[in-house]
């Protein structure tokens, strides 16, 4: 009888199995592709995956679900060198692990690969040398100019090679802005790709943005190996280098197995990894890299373990490799920084502070009354005469909102008449042309200033700016970090020695920046910057008590999801309000007027498939002045955080359902479960809880004790375990 219920739950296991296998591409009837039974001289291999040649490619051994499956390891592996398989997939139907037995240990994985994958693998596998035979080169050309590679370029690479080479597949790599990650990064993939280490690479950013500008760079220094960019429509095309933002691969997950990409680098890291997208990043059976500037004290635990870089002795993170703002300017590659304390400041007192930020609508009241911005300009203006200089130096101004940034830049052009409107310009989301505007920041004499609300804080590259004017306060050692950064390029065609940060809200004070000028005379007191005392200590506890009554206090468990909470969507450059639930309606009569004129939404609308030109298109005609119809306010709207706008136009023509919050959470639960070594009663356990927080209920302590978690051994197990 026992035999009979063994049976019975491997059968059903295997019901999965066949499923998952499906899912990934394979024809389980096709003979020529999937065998099962596969009779050996010491037992059968529950199914044999075949090459388009008939080889076999891969073993595959299904336990029932009470069982671990990487327990049937040793069994696995006689069988794929008997039948000569170079791989094996272990499955209970709820883990698969899959094991390259010759390379490395078994690993979970979030679905099977594709026959095409399994193949590409094994072909790489045959021509595949030690990086150390990779010579690293002196010098290379970029953007038509001969580059000498920089010691600590060498220096990353080499420890990257390391790494690898000791069989690890996550690492953190730490760079201070203005060093160039993405360049570095190009190298990291040429080295792998001429090792035979790797065929498909992707590349993840978090806006369209730097995705553009991450490809110009692929397409210089890495030619020879095509790249493409996924805008959110069908893939018109393929390469060997998918570069991508968060949200648009998130929408194309089912296209992809896990096996289909080699390596997968995350720029900018710390802003992704932990959050909505984690999933995402799980799903790849890949090497992991991640690219971040953030201080390595600054980052948090979860982003170390997840990348292998935490120690638990001494409870700290160790990068594979750092190379921070001070090394660089010491070393004469990046630009050392004044801050100049302005006179006129934004009183903070009775700013309501959520966490390390403000809440806007609070501050807006404080930062949009018309004199005090005026005298911050005027300021701004009287001191840069002061400077003196050949030449109008180039600014960043980062605002509060577009309201706010609106007001501001009315007042620089009305300071600078001779410029008739065009000194400042305002560079965000809602701008008609953002891209167009950020190019003629760069390349044209005008505008001199750009003002900016949440775009030009991250990934933004152009080394003539000389000057960063803060007018949006922060408690976010990050994000100030990161708005630091936009000046710390060096620029030999303007001679910039330093750049100024115009600090009007008090942030430099708050984390006790005073600059950074190793050339300078040294002074005989300094006061050590926030960032190099945040190592251990909680934040709190350096914040005056003033500023800590402030904080708006949320008990544990009982946050308000961000989503939920928004009740309006902000749009235009002068940060006109609208109600969701209208603007959705607005947007579904758009929408429903292209459908009779427009080819692209013809197109949609008779479900056929659009490239991404035609979704860029489409994008450009749709984030019109009048209400900016673009992805960022459509998540909004729709609550939905990786929404892509070919969904969004589908949903309003009837022909899409997004995921519930239900099925978010449950994809979000699964990849957790994958990076963790959990026993199948703990994932038992852990499923149960989940299921009832999506139910509504909270779990506490005494949930252990009662059914139907205490059939499974009660607080006491889960303890133990």
């Not at 060997?240 to 289909?260: E, N």
């Not at 920084?337 to 009183?347: C, E, L, P």
């Not at 008739?420 to 044209?444: S, V, W």
């Not at 892509?644 to 990849?671: C, I, Q, T, Y």
């Amino acid at each position: 009888m026992a035999d009979q219920t063994s049976s019975s739950t491997e059968a059903d296991a295997r019901i999965i199995v066949d499923r998952l296998l499906r899912e990934a591409g394979w024809d389980i009837e096709d003979k020529n592709q999937v065998t099962t039974e596969e009779s050996i001289k010491d037992g059968r291999a529950d199914y044999l995956l075949l090459d388009n040649r008939s080889r076999p490619l891969a073993v595959v051994e299904t336990k029932r679900f009470s069982k671990d499956a990487y327990s049937a390891k040793e069994q696995a592996e006689t069988y794929a060198k008997e039948l000569q398989a170079p791989f094996i997939f272990l499955s209970n139907g709820t883990d698969t692990y899959f094991w390259d037995y010759n390379q490395a240990d078994a690993r979970l994985v979030g679905s099977f690969f594709s026959r095409f994958d399994l193949e590409r693998i094994s072909t790489l596998r045959k021509y595949q040398k030690p990086l150390s035979t990779i010579p690293i080169p002196d010098k290379f050309f970029f953007r038509g100019n001969e580059i000498t590679v920089r010691p600590y370029q060498k220096e990353v690479l080499q420890a990257v090679d390391t790494a690898i080479q000791g069989n690890k597949r996550r690492l953190l790599v730490e760079m201070a802005t203005g060093t160039g990650k993405t360049l570095v990064a190009a190298m990291m993939i040429k080295r792998l790709f001429q090792a035979g280490l790797v065929e498909r690479v992707l590349f993840l950013v978090d806006r369209i943005e730097l995705a553009n500008q991450a490809k110009e760079t692929f397409d210089d220094y890495l030619s020879e190996y095509p790249s493409i960019v996924l805008y959110g429509g069908k893939r018109s095309k393929e390469g060997q280098i998918v570069i991508g933002t968060l949200p648009t691969i998130q929408s194309q997950i089912d296209a992809f197995t896990s096996g289909y990409f080699d390596l997968v680098i995350t720029d900018e890291c710390h802003r992704s990894i932990y959050s909505i997208y984690r999933s995402l990043i799980l799903h790849f059976d890949a090497i992991h890299i991640g690219l971040t500037a953030t201080p390595s004290n600054l980052i948090d635990r979860n982003t170390y373990e997840f990348f292998g870089c935490w120690n638990p002795l001494t409870r700290k993170g160790e990068p594979t490799y750092i190379y921070g703002i001070r090394q660089g300017i010491n070393d004469g590659y990046l630009a050392p920084y004044k801050v100049y304390h302005a006179r006129s400041k934004i009183s903070l007192e009775g700013i309501k502070w959520q966490g390390e930020d403000y809440e806007p609508q609070d501050l807006e009241r404080t930062v949009s009354v018309e004199d005090r911005n005026k005298l911050f300009v005027q300021e701004f203006k009287d001191n840069e005469e002061k400077r003196g200089g050949d030449h109008p130096r180039k600014t960043i101004v980062f605002a509060i909102t577009k309201k706010h940034a609106s007001q501001l830049t009315r007042f620089f052009n009305e300071l600078y008449p001779e410029f008739k409107g065009k000194y400042a310009e305002i560079i965000t989301t809602d701008t008609f042309d953002p891209l167009r505007a950020i190019k003629r920041f760069k390349k044209e004499p005008l505008p001199v200033i750009a003002v900016s609300v949440a775009m030009l804080d991250t990934g933004f590259d152009y080394p003539a700016v000389e000057n960063i004017v803060m007018c949006r306060p922060t408690r976010s050692p990050i994000f100030y970090q990161q708005m630091r950064g936009r000046g710390s390029r060096v620029c030999a065609e303007i001679d910039k020695k330093e750049f100024l940060i115009y600090d009007f809200v008090g942030n430099a004070e708050y984390f006790n920046d005073e600059g950074y000028d190793p050339f300078e005379q040294k002074k005989t007191a300094t006061r050590i910057p926030r960032e190099e005392v945040l190592k251990e200590e909680p934040l709190e506890e350096e914040i005056p008590e003033h500023i800590v009554r402030q904080f708006v206090t949320i008990p544990l468990g009982q946050a308000p999801d961000e989503w939920v909470e928004r009740k309006y969507i902000e749009f235009g450059p002068e940060g006109e309000k609208v109600d969701a639930r209208e603007y959705k309606d607005r947007f579904a009569e758009e929408v429903k007027k292209l459908s009779d004129v427009n080819d692209i939404v013809i197109k949609l609308k008779q479900q056929k498939d659009v490239t991404d030109d035609e979704v860029k298109e489409l994008g450009e005609l749709l984030n019109h002045p009048e209400y900016f119809f673009n992805e960022n306010n459509l998540r909004l709207a729709y609550d939905q955080p990786t929404g892509n706008l070919v969904e969004f136009v589908k949903s309003a023509l009837g022909l899409h359902k997004f995921p519930s919050k239900e099925e978010r959470v449950s994809r979000a639960f699964d990849a957790w479960i994958i990076q963790r070594n959990f026993a199948p009663e703990q994932v038992r356990i852990l499923r149960m809880l989940k299921n009832q927080f999506l139910a509504g209920s909270k779990a506490d302590i005494s949930d252990f004790n009662r059914p139907p978690i205490s059939q499974y051994g009660g607080l006491q197990y889960a303890v133990k375990t």
